[in-house]
């Protein structure tokens, strides 16, 4: 914390800088957030001061100085590692005029740039903004109160991190870890709750490894541990939907097959089971782990499917082929397991707004639907993820005819409900980015799903599924009503912030208080600008409120109507006493007639029932206490 104030004007503080003048080497250019907040700055773009408050990093380009602003450097690249870098946009906050136009005039390699190249890197850096979460709060809070708005983090992104606090793991042989009953019941909860729409792993052959594992009298064979990690998996994964806290023993498990599948996935090819065990590590660290360590066990996910070739579909190009133990591999087991690999992938990046990994030349076909199959339904949605790569051109056009496509869908069960959501929630960034007026001619449809999900997330607290939308999409749900802002939008914050309490409530930990605070905080911020905005007219309103006179016979041929309108609405008119009507008042009334009469979108505009309801408002306080409740549902 900085403890000399600059605007400190004792005397003694004057007379510190006339007799003893700091000699502190300073940047000849300092970027507009540092000079304003008075801070120290090393002048890169963006500087260390602003990527590490979180500012939005901006130059004021002047002639004399454009020249001096530290173009693309080592710390540009960090910043484009980091979510927390979001660039420069017109709703971040205080930003001056054509700040994007200013920024990319500033640096010499964006000065001999084409323009298209700049254009597409614009585009790019948009687009990963608009697939993050994470950006979309911090963009929606900034927009309501710049001053107030809550930080860039990925709030509510799984129930909770399950072993913060818990004592390291230590790796040990399975069969030390549980017994054979205890891994049959924790196999029976997964093929139960999660293999219903996470479903790579053969049920039979699960079984009869378990059979022969357990059987044995020696299983401390490295022949024996090849399994091992597809065992681990499955019981923490089984324990997760099981026990609302963790075992003693949870840990073990988890480091367990952690310290084997690194260990062969460094055997060329790696093995099926390998595959299978790291699917099952990043599934559980997806519900379970911070989002930086899921995201980097997603991309060693996706390395060591590339060296098993899942992810080609040609027999004669993968390693099954010619192998014993292979030959009789079911393709579908390994469509699936590619899938759940992109699917995981492609989601931790989006949400962090990092790379994807990308294998060329992958023809893996895609997973067969199948009745009363989930997992087909959920691995159905990578072709509708895929494109939303930032790195590939998605027009409007074609994110309204996904979104069109989403919203048709019909999903049944609470996880693939979920990801169905997630999903809709991730184009209606990408729109919204670019505007498009869709998004209010599909907003009854986007609520329904909303609706949808909030249902969805109820279920799974009851079957007591921590899945990792349970907190995530609720928490979306309600940055999304609040973005959307009109009254069926603002009329389901209620149910949508008790879905959020009664996940918080329910996995009662730091991550998911944090998130039901900021979802409040965000609310209040838009009930006090609403307030504010309301008041606004309320002050207006009352400079301006007293209206023309009129006298009941100068102006009955003008309003013959009011008799029988009060009589149709059951509305008793106010006694009102006699009233005159100026020549000026009638002039105006008449110019008013004109006006309307000029412009054709105001032909159909009733002007007599107008006035007639303004002269039967209330007036005053009750006037502006009428218009806040309004306000805030409009």
Request: net charge neutral; proline share 6%; glycine share 4%.
């Given at each position: 914390?900085?403890?000399?104030?600059?605007?400190?004007?004792?005397?003694?503080?004057?007379?510190?800088?006339?007799?003893?003048?700091?000699?502190?080497?300073?940047?000849?250019?300092?970027?507009?957030?540092?000079?304003?907040?008075?801070?120290?700055?090393?002048?890169?773009?963006?500087?260390?001061?602003?990527?590490?408050?979180?500012?939005?990093?901006?130059?004021?380009?002047?002639?004399?100085?454009?020249?001096?602003?530290?173009?693309?450097?080592?710390?540009?690249?960090?910043?484009?590692?980091?979510?927390?870098?979001?660039?420069?946009?017109?709703?971040?906050?205080?930003?001056?005029?054509?700040?994007?136009?200013?920024?990319?005039?500033?640096?010499?390699?964006?000065?001999?740039?084409?323009?298209?190249?700049?254009?597409?890197?614009?585009?790019?850096?948009?687009?990963?903004?608009?697939?993050?979460?994470?950006?979309?709060?911090?963009?929606?809070?900034?927009?309501?109160?710049?001053?107030?708005?809550?930080?860039?983090?990925?709030?509510?992104?799984?129930?909770?991190?399950?072993?913060?606090?818990?004592?390291?793991?230590?790796?040990?042989?399975?069969?030390?870890?549980?017994?054979?009953?205890?891994?049959?019941?924790?196999?029976?909860?997964?093929?139960?709750?999660?293999?219903?729409?996470?479903?790579?792993?053969?049920?039979?052959?699960?079984?009869?490894?378990?059979?022969?594992?357990?059987?044995?009298?020696?299983?401390?064979?490295?022949?024996?541990?090849?399994?091992?990690?597809?065992?681990?998996?499955?019981?923490?994964?089984?324990?997760?939907?099981?026990?609302?806290?963790?075992?003693?023993?949870?840990?073990?498990?988890?480091?367990?097959?952690?310290?084997?599948?690194?260990?062969?996935?460094?055997?060329?090819?790696?093995?099926?089971?390998?595959?299978?065990?790291?699917?099952?590590?990043?599934?559980?660290?997806?519900?379970?782990?911070?989002?930086?360590?899921?995201?980097?066990?997603?991309?060693?996910?996706?390395?060591?499917?590339?060296?098993?070739?899942?992810?080609?579909?040609?027999?004669?190009?993968?390693?099954?082929?010619?192998?014993?133990?292979?030959?009789?591999?079911?393709?579908?087991?390994?469509?699936?397991?590619?899938?759940?690999?992109?699917?995981?992938?492609?989601?931790?990046?989006?949400?962090?707004?990092?790379?994807?990994?990308?294998?060329?030349?992958?023809?893996?076909?895609?997973?067969?639907?199948?009745?009363?199959?989930?997992?087909?339904?959920?691995?159905?949605?990578?072709?509708?993820?895929?494109?939303?790569?930032?790195?590939?051109?998605?027009?409007?056009?074609?994110?309204?005819?996904?979104?069109?496509?989403?919203?048709?869908?019909?999903?049944?069960?609470?996880?693939?409900?979920?990801?169905?959501?997630?999903?809709?929630?991730?184009?209606?960034?990408?729109l919204r980015a670019q505007k498009s007026n869709m998004l209010n001619l599909q907003a009854d449809r986007i609520l329904a799903l909303v609706v949808k999900g909030l249902r969805a997330a109820r279920q799974m607290v009851v079957d007591s599924s921590p899945w990792h939308h349970v907190a995530n999409v609720p928490f979306q749900a309600i940055c999304l009503l609040l973005a959307i802002d009109s009254?069926?939008?603002?009329?389901?914050?209620?149910?949508?912030?008790?879905?959020?309490?009664?996940?918080?409530?329910?996995?009662?930990?730091?991550?998911?208080?944090?998130?039901?605070?900021?979802?409040?905080?965000?609310?209040?911020?838009?009930?006090?600008?609403?307030?504010?905005?309301?008041?606004?007219?309320?002050?207006?309103?009352?400079?301006?409120?007293?209206?023309?006179?009129?006298?009941?016979?100068?102006?009955?041929?003008?309003?013959?109507?009011?008799?029988?309108?009060?009589?149709?609405?059951?509305?008793?008119?106010?006694?009102?006493?006699?009233?005159?009507?100026?020549?000026?008042?009638?002039?105006?009334?008449?110019?008013?007639?004109?006006?309307?009469?000029?412009?054709?979108?105001?032909?159909?505009?009733?002007?007599?029932?107008?006035?007639?309801?303004?002269?039967?408002?209330?007036?005053?306080?009750?006037?502006?206490?009428?218009?806040?409740?309004?306000?805030?549902?409009?």
């Amino acid at each position: 914390m900085e403890t000399h104030n600059p605007s400190d004007n004792s005397p003694a503080s004057a007379t510190n800088i006339t007799s003893t003048p700091r000699k502190r080497r300073r940047t000849k250019l300092a970027c507009d957030p540092c000079r304003s907040r008075k801070r120290k700055c090393d002048g890169h773009l963006p500087c260390e001061t602003c990527v590490q408050f979180e500012y939005d990093c901006y130059y004021a380009t002047t002639g004399s100085k454009r020249a001096s602003i530290r173009g693309p450097s080592l710390e540009q690249g960090h910043a484009h590692s980091h979510i927390s870098t979001i660039s420069p946009a017109s709703d971040h906050g205080p930003t001056p005029p054509n700040n994007k136009s200013q920024l990319h005039d500033t640096t010499p390699t964006n000065r001999l740039a084409s323009p298209a190249i700049s254009n597409n890197a614009n585009s790019q850096m948009e687009s990963l903004e608009a697939n993050s979460g994470a950006a979309f709060v911090r963009r929606l809070g900034l927009k309501i109160d710049p001053y107030n708005a809550p930080r860039l983090h990925l709030f509510a992104w799984n129930a909770g991190d399950r072993l913060a606090g818990c004592p390291s793991g230590s790796r040990r042989p399975v069969t030390s870890i549980l017994t054979k009953a205890e891994m049959r019941n924790l196999a029976l909860i997964y093929f139960d709750k999660v293999a219903i729409a996470y479903g790579f792993i053969d049920r039979d052959v699960f079984f009869q490894r378990l059979e022969e594992r357990w059987g044995t009298t020696t299983p401390t064979t490295v022949g024996d541990e090849t399994y091992d990690p597809v065992f681990c998996g499955v019981a923490a994964l089984g324990l997760l939907f099981s026990q609302k806290f963790p075992s003693l023993f949870e840990p073990d498990l988890v480091e367990t097959a952690r310290a084997l599948l690194e260990q062969h996935s460094l055997s060329t090819p790696p093995s099926i089971n390998t595959v299978t065990g790291w699917v099952l590590r990043v599934a559980y660290l997806r519900m379970t782990s911070q989002p930086h360590t899921t995201w980097l066990a997603s991309c060693s996910l996706m390395h060591v499917s590339e060296a098993a070739r899942i992810h080609l579909e040609s027999p004669s190009r993968t390693v099954f082929e010619g192998s014993s133990e292979y030959e009789n591999i079911n393709p579908d087991i390994r469509r699936r397991l590619w899938g759940m690999a992109q699917h995981l992938n492609i989601w931790a990046s989006f949400d962090l707004g990092r790379t994807k990994i990308t294998l060329s030349g992958a023809s893996t076909k895609p997973v067969a639907p199948k009745p009363g199959d989930y997992t087909s339904q959920l691995l159905g949605l990578i072709p509708l993820t895929e494109p939303l790569d930032p790195t590939k051109t998605r027009s409007v056009e074609d994110l309204e005819a996904d979104l069109n496509r989403v919203l048709d869908e019909n999903r049944e069960r609470p996880p693939v409900i979920m990801a169905q959501v997630n999903l809709m929630l991730c184009i209606f960034r990408r729109l919204r980015a670019q505007k498009s007026n869709m998004l209010n001619l599909q907003a009854d449809r986007i609520l329904a799903l909303v609706v949808k999900g909030l249902r969805a997330a109820r279920q799974m607290v009851v079957d007591s599924s921590p899945w990792h939308h349970v907190a995530n999409v609720p928490f979306q749900a309600i940055c999304l009503l609040l973005a959307i802002d009109s009254r069926a939008s603002l009329a389901l914050l209620c149910d949508a912030m008790s879905t959020l309490q009664l996940v918080a409530n329910t996995w009662n930990n730091a991550m998911m208080r944090e998130a039901y605070n900021t979802a409040y905080l965000l609310m209040l911020l838009h009930q006090r600008r609403k307030e504010e905005d309301a008041k606004a007219l309320r002050d207006a309103l009352s400079i301006h409120s007293t209206a023309p006179a009129m006298t009941v016979d100068s102006s009955s041929q003008q309003l013959t109507g009011v008799g029988s309108y009060n009589q149709n609405s059951g509305y008793q008119q106010p006694q009102q006493g006699p009233t005159t009507m100026t020549a000026a008042d009638s002039a105006e009334f008449l110019w008013l007639e004109d006006l309307i009469a000029d412009m054709p979108s105001l032909r159909e505009f009733d002007l007599e029932q107008f006035l007639v309801q303004d002269a039967i408002q209330p007036q005053d306080s009750d006037v502006g206490a009428g218009f806040a409740t309004d306000g805030f549902n409009a």
